[in-house]
């Protein structure tokens, strides 16, 4: 089946710092990238539609000047947190759409001290 | 407002016997449902999805049921592996398929298969 790479796949950073995650599609291309965020015992929320060529686009309550979003090529799309806080720690997962499903990536914890 | 409930946070089962996972949402646009199973620190995996023009799809083990005037689904692991044992969460979309839309998700629930 295809595959969804992400990398990091943890990260520790000090508050105050940002943090790039990439989001590859392998095997397929793909114009239309998704982030998720999930907290512990929570369930996956998406962030954010990441769009090949344009602007991405933002769920409600989600700042999009703190989570910039790039999605450079039709296989790669990152994600950088900026000025990251503490309650910015969390598990981010990224997901590739195909014609029949989407696929995930295997996420990126990240630790914000 | 969750659109896409999964009322049992944990389930466990005896290895062989049926697991059985439930879903409700109340968004009626929904009109494609999927199963993801997670493990602790990796992504969502695919299972088994259902359109919403039909009420029951299988493959192998795992078989969903959907009952759109109950706007209810469940999914049917039988026999449950230990091997099952993970979080799994509930999907919807709307849209031609999940391709390219959005999912929302449930909170998961967590299967433990009992050897």
């Known amino acids: 089946g295809a595959v969804v790479s992400q990398h990091p796949s943890w990260v520790i950073c000090k508050s105050g710092t940002s943090v790039k995650i990439e989001c590859r599609s392998l095997d397929f291309q793909a114009t239309t990238m998704f982030w998720y965020r999930q907290f512990p015992k929570q369930s996956l929320m998406l962030m954010a539609t990441s769009n090949e060529g344009s602007k991405a686009t933002y769920e409600q309550g989600v700042e999009k000047d703190k989570f910039l979003i790039n999605h450079a090529s039709l296989t790669l799309s990152t994600l950088t947190v900026t000025s990251a806080h503490p309650e910015d720690s969390s598990f981010y997962i990224c997901?590739?759409?195909?014609?029949?499903?989407?696929?995930f990536g295997p996420g990126t914890r990240l630790t914000v001290l | 407002d969750q659109q896409v409930k999964q009322n049992s946070p944990s389930l466990s089962v005896q290895e062989g016997r049926i697991s059985i996972l439930n879903c409700d949402y109340t968004?009626?646009?929904?009109?494609?449902f999927l199963w993801y199973k997670k493990y602790p620190a990796e992504g969502p995996t695919f299972l088994i999805s259902i359109s919403s023009i039909k009420d029951k799809n299988e493959d192998g083990r795992f078989t969903v049921f959907l009952n759109k005037s109950a706007k209810h689904l469940s999914l049917h692991i039988v026999p449950s592996q230990p091997g099952d044992s993970a979080v799994y969460f509930c999907?919807?979309?709307?849209?031609?398929?999940?391709?390219?839309?959005?999912?929302?998700f449930g909170k998961g629930t967590k299967l433990s298969v009992i050897p």
């Open positions: 997901s590739a759409p195909t014609i029949h499903e989407q696929f």
């Open positions: 999907a919807a979309s709307y849209g031609s398929g999940a391709g390219s839309y959005q999912l929302t």
């Open positions: 968004n009626s646009m929904f009109d494609y």
